[in-house]
């Protein structure tokens, strides 16, 4: 397969490295850490005069018309820089939700702003009895006249402290494991029967626990087909589980090359620990795997948008062990790496290893996608 960038995309990937070199060293998102969301507002809007928040969407909603591909080089970039601006939740997510399962007065209303960074989308899915199981829904929808009424709470809602609208996954028919029976539905953030504990995750990014009581929506709320959500919740899930893996790559870069140039600096008993056969043969296992992990990250960008939802799950689950495992041997390895030091607020190697292990953990962790690879093979 010919993994031969396009001149635009050359372009794209070269425009966000300038940005995050500039704008985002370390020092930096310190200070957009003690902004009042968490993160740049300033940012945001760069992003979306440059087109990243519209990256997936088509050029008549006011997007660029790109694809997984895009949004991989972008998610490494973002890796590298360990933003903290809710793309993931709002273009990823969020976008994905409403670009496959709305209509096209919906797609037409909501997708020029999210691409104009107006309005911010997070998608609440995750239910705290449910762990990994995307089929356990407690929230409930009930037909009220021409509406819905929901009730319930979504847990560890990415971003969900700041969105403006949120795309929720709603029980009206069947039990509570059921596959069938769960619809999906775009709910304003602001409205009073909302309530929105937000706080930081270990990774210093935002989330939020999320109450529904009563909260009433229109007919037209509804995202997809009534009854038939979860194939669009699985879609939504494999766009964040690529996005997600080129940002863990973008990690996983950063580390190396930090534990690189610090093993050709650091002295110990008057000479570089890089010296060090041991430590040569660690950097190089790194690199390698690394490497592994970035053709995972590849497999799934070239697996979102296979037709084949069978063959398109069977490797996204691979892309999601090998960047998971990948990532976890790099940060680990980097932390060592850089001895006491590495384990310090101070220097950065600790904050992208946290972000690698949040990363291995989101949409279902590693133990959880082998199992599912397990029973495929059964």
């Not at 300038?18 to 009042?36: G, H, S």
């Not at 979860?230 to 080129?246: C, K, N, S, Y």
Request: aromatic share 6%.
């Amino acid at each position: 397969m010919d993994f031969t960038l396009t001149e635009e995309q050359r372009l794209l990937k070269d425009s966000v490295d300038r940005l995050m070199t500039e704008r985002y060293a370390f020092d930096q998102r310190k200070n957009y850490l003690k902004e009042p969301g968490g993160w740049s507002a300033a940012l945001w809007s760069q992003y979306a005069e440059l087109g990243l928040l519209g990256l997936p969407f088509a050029e008549q909603y006011g997007g660029f018309g790109g694809g997984a591909v895009e949004i991989m080089l972008v998610m490494e970039a973002f890796g590298r820089g360990l933003i903290l601006e809710p793309f993931v939740a709002s273009v990823v997510l969020g976008g994905t939700a409403v670009r496959l399962g709305g209509s096209e007065q919906q797609k037409s209303r909501i997708l020029p702003t999210v691409a104009d960074g107006s309005t911010k989308l997070a998608f609440a899915h995750g239910e705290r009895q449910a762990r990994y199981d995307v089929t356990d829904v407690m929230t409930t929808a009930r037909k009220d006249g021409s509406g819905w009424v929901l009730d319930g709470a979504k847990s560890v809602v990415t971003h969900g402290d700041c969105a403006d609208a949120l795309v929720v996954s709603a029980r009206t028919s069947g039990e509570r494991d059921d596959p069938n029976g769960i619809t999906l539905f775009l709910v304003d953030a602001g409205a009073s029967s909302v309530a929105r504990r937000g706080y930081a995750v270990r990774d210093e990014q935002r989330a939020a626990e999320v109450s529904l009581s009563g909260v009433r929506v229109d007919g037209d709320a509804v995202l997809g087909e009534i009854g038939n959500g979860l194939p669009l919740i699985e879609r939504v899930m494999e766009a964040g589980i690529a996005a997600t893996a080129a940002e863990c790559v973008g990690c996983m870069g950063a580390l190396y090359d930090m534990t690189l140039e610090y093993s050709r600096t650091r002295e110990q008993f008057g000479r570089t620990i890089g010296s060090n056969q041991v430590v040569q043969h660690r950097l190089a296992d790194m690199l390698m795997s690394l490497e592994q992990g970035r053709s995972m990250a590849m497999l799934a960008a070239m697996m979102v948008d296979e037709p084949d939802a069978a063959e398109r799950a069977h490797n996204i689950a691979m892309a999601k062990v090998g960047v998971g495992q990948a990532g976890r041997f790099v940060s680990q390895n980097a932390v060592q790496l850089h001895g006491g030091i590495g384990m310090t607020e101070e220097l950065a190697v600790g904050h992208y290893f946290r972000r690698c292990m949040v990363i291995e953990r989101l949409f279902g962790d590693t133990a959880h996608y082998l199992a599912k690879l397990a029973v495929a093979v059964e």
